[in-house]
Each structure stands twice: as structure tokens, then as C-alpha cells.
């Protein structure tokens, strides 16, 4: 089966500019929590995850050699809610495999 499956997420897939206008939404937030600049933000990879809305789980390089996976949330267009930064974690390579936490 293609695409995002309800309830699961889907398989990992190369990021694309829609993957990466998701991760720039959430940077400043993530750049708060982390409290520094992130001078490169690079979405590489992501799954997706179809809810009352859509989660995304997303592989960003911040640096030559170090990643992050965040978490976002987009919520249904009727809701005009902004993408929100529901968690993430640090320490992570090109190789870590991106899995739900």
C-alpha cells in the first residue's frame, strides 16, 4: 500500500520542498527549546502519519554530520492552526533510523 496509512506511519521517503516548508515552520520552535541558531536545516527524510490532521516525523541535518528527528502536527485546514513542534530529539546520524518516539 503507498502513502500514509491511518494510524500508522508510512515508510521513510526522501523529504521534498512541501517536507521542508513543514520543518522551516517549526525551526523557531525548536531553535527556542534548544535555545541556538540552527544555521543549516536541512529536511532529508520523513514519514507521515494521517490523524485528525497529519504528524510528521522529519530527519533534519543541522549540521555536516549532526541530525535531530523532530515531530510536527499539522492540523485540518479548517482549523488555521499553525504547524507546531511536538518533539524531537538531539545526538542523531545520517544513519539513525527515523522511528516514532
Not at 502513502?3 to 520552535?29: C, L, N, Y
Not at 485528525?52 to 549540521?63: H, R, S
Not at 510536527?72 to 546520524?93: R, W
Request: aromatic share 10%; charged share 25%.
Amino acid at each position: 500500500m503507498w502513502g500514509p496509512q491511518a494510524g500508522g506511519f508510512s515508510e521513510p521517503q526522501a523529504a521534498t520542498a512541501e517536507i521542508q516548508a513543514i520543518a522551516d515552520q517549526v525551526k523557531s520552535q525548536l531553535e527556542e527549546k534548544e535555545n541556538k541558531k540552527f544555521p543549516v536545516f536541512k529536511a532529508v527524510e520523513f514519514r507521515s502519519q494521517v490523524v485528525a490532521g497529519m504528524n510528521y516525523l522529519i530527519k533534519v541535518q543541522v549540521d555536516e554530520d549532526d541530525f535531530m528527528h523532530i515531530q510536527a502536527f499539522e492540523s485540518l485546514p479548517h482549523e488555521n492552526k499553525p504547524v507546531a513542534l511536538t518533539s524531537y530529539q538531539t545526538n542523531k546520524g545520517r544513519h539513525d533510523e527515523l522511528t516514532y518516539f
